[in-house]
């Protein structure tokens, strides 16, 4: 299967799990809400340019806020996280590394310390972005904080369940010249 195709799947099947699988479940107390669904712009390649990550980004929050019926608040965090990507890889990865052995970001590619690393700050980014713009007027500091500390730790025990879950096999790549 081509890695288009591969890619336009996981884009579908992403949002259809968000929408009607971890939406559906009730928030912990308004507390806790459970996001799985921008990990899609994490597992995209390494070589994808910047502008067009930003771009998919674009469109996979908007798709989210479409079935959501949430005007911009996924678009603005997925835009986000999409623009950092590759600032983020640059410093975890040496430069003469994984980008350019292997395609895309993943325990196999980076190592786990790195890869925990990766997703761990791009996660907090877009829970910390969200949770402020769907709840921009600020009455507890310490809520703001715990909400997205603890949507943070959901996310990042769902991200690594479907890690395991769906082993991604890494080939490495020989003759990168």
């Avoid at 288009?4 to 912990?28: A, D, E, G, T």
């Avoid at 040496?94 to 761990?120: C, D, H, K």
Wanted: proline share 5%; hydrophobic share 50%; charged share 10%.
């Amino acid at each position: 299967m081509s890695k288009f195709v591969r890619n336009i799947i996981r884009y579908i099947l992403f949002i259809l799990v968000q929408v009607f699988v971890l939406f559906k479940v009730s928030p912990l107390h308004q507390f806790i809400v459970p996001y799985l669904y921008f990990l899609y712009i994490l597992w995209l390649p390494f070589n994808t340019p910047r502008i067009t990550l930003t771009l998919i980004g674009f469109l996979f929050g908007l798709t989210l806020d479409y079935f959501t019926k949430t005007p911009g608040l996924h678009a603005a965090p997925c835009t986000l996280i999409a623009y950092m990507r590759p600032f983020l890889v640059n410093i975890l990865i040496r430069q003469e590394g994984a980008e350019q052995n292997y395609a895309s970001p993943s325990i196999t590619s980076m190592g786990l310390a790195p890869y925990a690393t990766y997703v761990f700050i791009l996660t907090l980014i877009h829970n910390g972005y969200l949770v402020f713009l769907e709840w921009i007027d600020f009455g507890s500091f310490f809520y703001f904080v715990g909400k997205v500390l603890a949507s943070t730790g959901v996310s990042m025990l769902l991200i690594f369940v479907t890690e395991i879950l769906f082993f991604r096999k890494e080939k490495f790549r020989t003759n990168t010249a």
